[in-house]
């Protein structure tokens, strides 16, 4: 019997580090460390790995992920170099502090990611520094925006897409016009992407930010969505913004919320779709469908386990078509992009997903069980 084969993946995850220079208070990577770094993926793996997701799809995508990966310079340029190599296209969210110079904008123009957004939790830079932990941050962001807009101006041909990556929550989504105005306006990037709040990566079992700033008005957001689609033009779609209100409405109707991750009340829709587009490949070299570790990965080990573990993973989409974790909403992994592209999607939609190591220790263990139980999936 011949197998049908799924449509090749457009997108590889793969990362640079786990640490962090900034303290949100939204995330915890700044808690952890690179002391395993021994045990990471060498740069000749990662390479092959890269390789192989280029003969997958020659079209495709690498994203790269931290922690701050630009704390990392030599590993970030590398990957992006073999992009460039390959053929791929590469992408990234960086938080701003490490794009200080013109010489290091050039670079990133030149040498760097073909998309970069710079993360920005507000317009306004008190709250910016407040949740992101570090006075001065908010400068070193729009900083960065800045200075890359510039280097691209410089190096038009190269055709770098410069976006805003901008956390909502409750304290900013009735400001959504203002955060718009700086980044499109002031500061002249191409998009500013709404990345809404998720369980961020509770501490002792309780995600104080995530409960505390979690309570968005789902009709209020969508009057603020509105407003500014038709005020800055953004041709955002409405199917994605009735998903956005879904997912506040979903969080309202939770009473675990304290939970983080561990509140597995979930969207009342299924808006995700990474299984039929992403491969994740964490920093040890497994191999994932999203970055969620209760559904089963693979371990790369040798030449082709990329090959057979996307064309092999059927039973683990199988379990995906049901998820309505509220990691559905980020722009890594759901179904609908946030603007309506008639001809097609050309770059993805990427952002912040769950990409931690700590994602849930349950669900972790429950995974690795299933794991187990998969003929030929460790
Ligand atoms: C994990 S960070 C890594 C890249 C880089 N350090 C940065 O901050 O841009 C990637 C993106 O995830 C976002 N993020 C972190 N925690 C989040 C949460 N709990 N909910 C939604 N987005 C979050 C960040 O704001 C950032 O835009
Ligand atoms: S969101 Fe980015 S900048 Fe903030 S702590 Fe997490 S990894 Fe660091």
Avoid at 44 to 59: G, M, S, T, V
């Amino acid at each position: 019997m011949t197998q049908t084969l799924p449509p090749p993946p457009r997108f590889m995850f793969v990362h640079v580090n786990k640490r962090c220079n900034l303290r949100c208070q939204h995330c915890d990577f700044w808690m952890l460390d690179d002391k395993d770094k021994p045990n990471y993926l060498t740069w000749e793996h990662k390479r092959a790995i890269l390789a192989e997701f280029a003969a997958l799809n020659p079209a495709g995508a690498i994203v790269i992920c931290g922690g701050e990966s630009m704390l990392d310079l030599e590993d970030y340029f590398a990957i992006t170099t073999a992009c460039k190599e390959l053929g791929l296209k590469s992408l990234s969210v960086v938080n701003g502090t490490r794009i200080r110079t013109a010489q290091m904008a050039d670079r990133m123009i030149l040498e760097g990611p073909d998309e970069v957004s710079v993360s920005l939790n507000s317009h306004r830079a008190e709250l910016h520094d407040e949740t992101r932990g570090v006075k001065g941050s908010f400068k070193k962001a729009t900083g960065a925006l800045r200075l890359l807009v510039e280097a691209r101006k410089r190096h038009p041909e190269r055709g770098n897409r410069i976006y805003a990556m901008g956390l909502i929550f409750d304290r900013n989504y009735r400001e959504l016009d203002g955060f718009y105005d700086l980044v499109l306006n002031d500061i002249g990037a191409d998009k500013l992407k709404l990345n809404f709040i998720q369980p961020s990566f509770g501490h002792g079992g309780v995600d104080r930010f995530f409960a505390d700033n979690h309570d968005i008005d789902p009709d209020e957001i969508g009057r603020q969505i509105a407003a500014c689609n038709a005020k800055y033009k953004l041709n955002l779609s409405p199917v994605w913004a009735r998903q956005v209100q879904m997912y506040f409405r979903s969080l309202q109707a939770s009473t675990k919320t304290e939970k983080g991750w561990g509140d597995d009340t979930g969207t009342k829709e299924h808006i995700c779709n990474s299984y039929e587009r992403n491969i994740m490949v964490d920093h040890y070299g497994m191999a994932r469908l999203c970055f969620s570790p209760r559904f089963p990965g693979a371990q790369l080990r040798s030449p082709g386990d990329l090959t057979r573990f996307w064309n092999g993973a059927e039973f683990i989409r199988a379990q995906m078509r049901t998820c309505n974790a509220y990691c559905g909403i980020s722009h890594s992994v759901r179904r609908q992009t946030s603007t309506v592209q008639p001809g097609g999607e050309t770059m993805p939609d990427i952002g912040f997903a769950s990409a931690h190591p700590m994602f849930s220790q349950a669900a972790m263990r429950d995974g690795w069980q299933w794991m187990k139980r998969a003929v030929g999936v460790r």
